[in-house]
C-alpha cells in the first residue's frame, strides 16, 4: 500500500515532467498561492477524508481521494478564459493517463479509480491572483 507521502511524490513526479505545469502545491486549497511565487500555470493537490471499507473477514480496502486543481490566471477581463480551459483538460487528460498507466500504482497493489473523471469547472480568487481550470478527484484503492 502506498502512503499519502508516496502518493503525492509520484503527482509530483508528474507535475515535474509536464512541459504546461510550472508549479506544484499540496495540502488545503485555501493555502493555494500563499507563498506569492506561484508560477503558473499550477497544480494543487487537497486531500479528501480517506475512507476505510471492511468486511467480515477482517479484510478490507483503504480508499484515498486526492482532489487534483489544475489551474492558470486568469486576465483583467477574463479574455484568456477558453484558452486556460483548453489547456487544463488536456493536462486533465494526462494527469489521467499518467495514473492509470504507471507501474509504480500497480505494483503497491494500488488501484487507481476506473470510470467516469468529471472534469470540474472552478473559478476563484486567491490572495491577488484569480484563477481558473478544473479539478478532479483521482481515487486510489488499496486492500490491506
Not at 499519502?4 to 504546461?20: C, E
Amino acid at each position: 500500500m502506498l502512503t499519502l507521502n508516496q502518493t503525492i511524490k509520484a503527482l509530483n513526479n508528474f507535475a515535474s515532467a509536464h512541459l504546461q505545469i510550472n508549479s506544484f502545491g499540496e495540502g488545503e486549497i485555501q493555502d493555494f498561492a500563499t507563498s506569492g511565487v506561484t508560477q503558473y500555470p499550477a497544480m494543487w493537490v487537497d486531500y479528501e477524508e480517506p475512507v476505510l471499507e471492511t468486511n467480515e473477514n477482517m479484510s478490507g480496502v483503504f480508499k484515498r481521494t486526492l482532489r487534483c486543481y489544475l489551474g492558470d490566471r486568469l486576465l483583467k477581463g477574463r479574455g484568456n478564459l477558453t484558452e486556460i480551459m483548453s489547456d487544463m483538460e488536456l493536462i486533465g487528460i494526462d494527469l489521467v493517463a499518467y495514473c492509470q498507466s504507471q507501474t509504480y500504482f500497480a505494483m503497491n497493489q494500488t488501484i487507481f479509480n476506473v470510470g467516469a473523471f468529471p472534469f470540474k469547472q472552478f473559478m476563484d480568487s486567491f490572495h491577488d491572483d484569480e484563477i481558473a481550470g478544473y479539478y478532479i478527484d483521482l481515487v486510489f484503492k488499496s486492500s490491506y
